[in-house]
């Protein structure tokens, strides 16, 4: 018994030994297959990365064509699609006219009848158009425009050839047609039949004979860009409030539509566009939340278009309160942007416009010196709105470029005879003085917001500061220059003088960026070193009598000297 028991222990050992081993094979069998899998996962998951990868490029690379390159493809793709069927259709309309005319001509319909006949076939042909749209768009498209076509060539021979309407009944029953193709557009989101109707309208007047009706022709016009900013709204089409502008652009100088209203009727119209331009076109933009390049084209039409009316069609002694009216309206359409979180593109691009206004409503109010005073100090008050309201670092970084304006402006300025008659307080010391403070001033402010909020070192506001104080600076001495030679009989003193101040103005900068480490300090002021020494050397060693010439060297040299000498003593400290 006691042998059995231990030939089974001797044989169960090898069998559990092999049970063990075989658990564990499968264990590493399994894992082996679970790596297996996962890599070939890992290898879909690549490979569907750089599908992922590869179709995004494509769609950027198709974002990137420019908004005129993809109309021009859409309307050629329109005409190439079903090219067939649309010359025929422009056959059968040239065919329809020429019978008509020759029934005409033989008195076939009376003129009742013609007019009804050709009115009921218009109507029919959009009818059917309108039905088959979601079906067969293109053909559907082709018979509306066709029966469009109809209809208005019926209402213009009704108004001009037997005068059965009027030119108020002619221009409503043609604006009717325009609206029903409108409608459609949008029903089926047809961008193409939205732009050929907007093109239309601007000939309904024409057509209709009322373009003599210059209030009616007022009040259409400004239905008609109503229409567009309502269609862009529900459809988000940024062409139609762009083309509605230039039409009414086009009205406005030829035939001149305001010119021929009385005053107060002309301004009320005028304000009621402007608004209209600016409200919609800001709430496009709210609602995409996006500026896109028809955006800023309408922006900068819109600012010009108020500009040019005001200037045409405003009294002299009242342009300046108007435009600030306007101005005041930006500031304030912009704010309310602002407010309700509207992206920062839009932000700078109705701030850039007011800035405009502003600018055109000063340039209105004043002239010559006043005006470069007014221009540094309204630059300078944006820039205070946009560091202390808004602030922000980057518009408040580009809004201070404006300070180049006025400081082109100061040239004139410089050159002035008044400071050869030895007067040194003058209208020019005033107009370089503010010029130079405020953009000093502006880019304290960059400064300040660039501690604010703290970016890479060399980002806009960076070098915008020290683009803002080297333009400063040079106004300073400018003023400087012109005030010694106000102030001195003998130019090459005062010439000298003014180039040892610049010599302390040089060290006192670069004391001070040793002082507080600021390589930028120290380069100003080695900059400027520079310059003086240059002048010395190339201009003023030649023009500088010789007393002049000596004490000026001697006074430069002393401080150049005294500066090397207090550099080491405060190094070694």
């Known amino acids: 018994m006691e042998g059995k028991l231990i030939i089974s222990i001797v044989l169960a050992i090898p069998i559990v030994i092999l049970f063990f081993r075989t658990s564990r094979l499968k264990s590493r ?7 297996i899998v996962n890599q070939k996962a890992e290898k879909e998951l690549k490979s569907k990365i750089k599908e992922d990868i590869k179709e995004s490029e494509v769609h950027t690379k198709k974002e990137e064509i420019s908004p ?48 009804a006949l050709g009115l009921l076939t218009g109507t029919i042909v ?41 030119p108020f009944t002619a221009l409503g029953l043609m604006a009717l047609v325009i609206l029903t193709i409108s409608i459609i557009s949008i029903v089926n989101k047809s961008k193409s039949l939205a732009v050929l109707s907007l093109l239309t309208a601007a000939f309904v007047p024409v ?93 900068v039409l819109i600012t010009l278009f108020s500009i040019a009316l005001v200037g045409a069609y405003i009294p002299e002694h009242m342009q300046s309160v108007v435009m600030a009216g306007v101005t005041l309206f930006s500031v304030v359409v912009s704010f309310i942007a602002y407010k309700i979180g509207a992206p920062k593109k839009i932000i700078y691009l109705q701030s850039s416009a007011a800035i405009v206004l502003l600018g055109a409503a000063t340039v209105f109010e ?27 670092k ?54 300040h917001l660039a501690n604010i909020k703290p970016a890479k070192e060399h980002d806009l506001a960076y070098y915008t500061q020290i683009i803002l104080s080297s333009l400063g600076l040079a106004l300073l001495f400018a003023l400087i220059w012109k005030v010694m030679e106000a102030g001195w009989v003998e130019e090459t003193y005062a010439h000298g003088a003014a180039l040892v101040v610049y010599t302390i103005v040089a060290i006192a900068f670069y004391f001070l960026g040793i002082q507080k480490e600021k390589f930028t300090y120290r380069l100003a002021g080695m900059v400027i070193i520079g310059l003086t020494v240059l002048r010395l050397l190339f201009v003023e060693i030649w023009d500088m009598t010789l007393g002049g010439r000596t004490i000026t060297f001697v006074v430069i040299g002393i401080l150049f000297m005294l500066t090397a000498f207090m550099e080491k003593k405060y190094l070694k400290k």
């Not at 069998?29 to 790596?35: A, H």
């Not at 221009?375 to 922000?392: G, N």
């Not at 408040?396 to 400071?419: G, K």
């Open 29 to 35: 069998i399994n894992e082996l297959e679970l790596s």
């Open 68 to 115: 005129f390159k993809e109309n021009l493809i859409s309307f050629l793709n329109w005409l190439k699609t079903d090219w067939i069927m649309k010359l025929g259709a422009l056959l059968i309309l040239l065919a329809i006219s020429w019978f008509v005319r020759y029934a005409f001509l033989n008195n076939w319909i009376g003129e009742v009848g013609r007019v």
């Open 366 to 392: 004043f002239q010559a010196d006043t005006l470069t005073i007014i221009f540094s100090l309204e630059i300078l008050a944006v820039c205070l709105l946009s560091t202390f309201v808004m602030k922000d």
């Open 207 to 299: 057509l209709a004979d009322s373009t003599d009706n210059y209030l009616l022709l007022t009040i259409y016009l400004l239905l008609v860009n109503i229409g567009s900013f309502i269609t862009v709204s529900l459809r988000g089409w940024r062409t139609l409030p762009l083309l509605s502008l230039i039409i009414t652009a086009v009205y406005v100088i030829e035939p001149g539509i305001f010119d021929r209203l009385d005053d107060q009727t002309a301004w009320g119209f005028m304000a009621a566009f402007y608004v209209l331009f600016l409200v919609g076109s800001s709430v496009t933009m709210l609602v995409s939340q996006k500026v896109k390049y028809a955006d800023f084209i309408i922006t």
């Open 394 to 447: 980057k518009a408040t970084s580009l809004i201070s470029y404006l300070h180049f304006v006025p400081a082109v402006m100061a040239l004139e300025d410089f050159n002035s005879y008044v400071w050869n008659q030895g007067v040194i307080i003058n209208s020019h010391f005033f107009v370089l003085l503010i010029a130079s403070v405020s953009a000093g001033i502006t880019a304290l402010l960059i400064k």
């Open 126 to 166: 959009v009818g059917a158009g309108y039905l088959i749209m979601n079906k067969k768009p293109i053909p559907a498209q082709i018979m509306v425009v066709l029966g469009a076509g109809i209809l208005l060539l019926t209402t213009w021979a009704a108004r001009n050839l037997y005068e059965l309407f009027d």
